[in-house]
């Protein structure tokens, strides 16, 4: 099976006077997160830039109003998991990356390795791969069309774009050139019917 993500996001910056908002943090998440969502991982290309993602509390804010503007505590989401995953903690104590408690919690992502507790089918669709990460998989709704259709997009632009190179640079000739052009011609018309099928997931 496929890893969950390739790249583990951390909190790279420090920052010795916090900002008054959280949100003035975002293009640092942007760049600790490698534009991708910290639950699914899907890469904020997909749902319009970084202006379409969120911010999240991994301990809620309105539980622990004290990490308001806690860059540790902030990670970059997308949308459906931030919705998904709301305000939800399952004790009185902020001070936990694995937040695991009687069955329930949360596992921090720039803190736990999440290929650890997830894996993907051969279609991207994310699965638990232990008690936190089925939890995890039911509470954020990680299991939704939508995010291994964000996944194949991803595969299919990465390959797109290798193709591409080896066709605009001249780096094969003959057969294998015809090869290539065909791939990259096949490889297109997938992507554009993934392309369409999450549009319409989006409606």
Not at 51 to 71: G, N, R, V
Request: proline content about 4%.
């Amino acid at each position: 099976m496929p890893n969950f993500r390739e790249y583990s996001p951390q909190h790279n910056h420090n920052f010795q006077k916090p900002y008054k908002s959280y949100r003035s943090y975002k293009k640092y998440l942007v760049l600790d997160f490698n534009n991708c969502c910290g639950y699914c991982n899907g890469h904020d290309t997909w749902n319009g830039g970084p202006k379409s993602y969120h911010i999240d509390h991994f301990a809620p804010q309105d539980k622990f109003p004290q990490l308001e503007t806690q860059y540790d505590n902030l990670i970059y989401a997308c949308p459906s998991c931030n919705l998904a995953k709301s305000n939800k903690w399952y004790s009185n104590n902020s001070n936990t990356n694995s937040h695991f408690i009687n069955g329930k919690g949360l596992q921090k992502p720039t803190e736990i390795d999440f290929n650890i507790h997830f894996v993907r089918d051969a279609d991207g669709a994310i699965q638990g791969n232990t008690v936190e990460g089925v939890f995890m998989v039911k509470t954020l709704k990680l299991n939704l069309e939508r995010h291994s259709i964000i996944w194949r997009l991803t595969r299919l632009q990465n390959l797109i774009t290798s193709y591409n190179d080896l066709i605009v640079n001249q780096k094969v000739a003959g057969n294998d050139l015809q090869i290539a052009i065909k791939t990259h011609y096949t490889l297109l018309k997938v992507f554009y019917k993934y392309h369409s099928k999450f549009r319409a997931l989006n409606v």
